[in-house]
Structure formats: C-alpha cells, structure tokens
C-alpha cells in the first residue's frame, strides 16, 4: 500500500504562488496516476488536476492556466505549482494515487489559505 505525504502549503496574499509537493513510498510510483484534489469548509472535495502515468494532465476549469501538476519518478513525487492565486483557491489540498488495479489513496492533505 503506497503512503502519501504532502507539504508546502501555508498561507499567502492573493496573487501569490505555492508549490505542493506529494512524496509517495514504494517502487510502483511511475505506474499511478496522481491527482490533486481539494475541499474548503462545509463543501464537497474537488479535483482540481490529474497527470497519468504517462504524463498527460489534465485541470478543473477554475484553475487552469493558473496551476500546474507535474510530477518526477525518480523522486517518487508529484507536484502542484500553483500561481495568481486567489481567496477562493482557500482549501485542504489532498494528494490523491490511483494503482492500475483502481486502487486509490490519500494523503493526509496540506492547507493552503489566500488571504491578505
């Protein structure tokens, strides 16, 4: 069972960028598909991007050409960069991996808050 450990959230002023990094264990990384999805409070958990294991991306519509999901395999490590952010981007961010077998895990999610 792959474990996820994500990092880089915090807080910053609108217009502002972060990176998220999600670290996975195990051998099998290079075959997940990895997504990055997010929940604010009182509302449902989103996908805001994914990147197959053969590196195609894609983006909710709210962030798109504002973040960008990337990912390295020989870190094991999946990346959300994220730029121009805004007050509504306030969320958990949770790191999301998907086995060939439709198997899925979470990480334990990181809080990103958009304020001045």
């Known amino acids: 069972q792959v474990q996820l450990v994500e990092s880089g959230g915090g807080l910053v002023q609108p217009g502002g960028s972060l990176r998220l990094s999600c670290a996975a264990s195990g051998s099998m990384f290079r075959l997940y598909a990895m997504s990055w999805y997010r929940q604010a409070p009182g509302k449902q958990r989103d996908l805001v991007a994914t990147?197959?294991?053969?590196?195609?991306?894609s983006y909710a519509d709210s962030v798109k050409g504002r973040f960008t999901i990337s990912r390295d395999n020989a870190k094991n490590t999946v990346y959300l960069q994220m730029n121009s952010l805004k007050p509504e981007d306030t969320a958990v961010y949770y790191c999301?991996?998907?086995?060939?077998?439709?198997?899925?895990?979470w990480g334990q999610g990181t809080q990103v808050t958009v304020s001045s």
């Open positions: 990147i197959t294991s053969g590196g195609s991306t």
């Open positions: 999301n991996a998907l086995n060939p077998f439709g198997t899925t895990t």
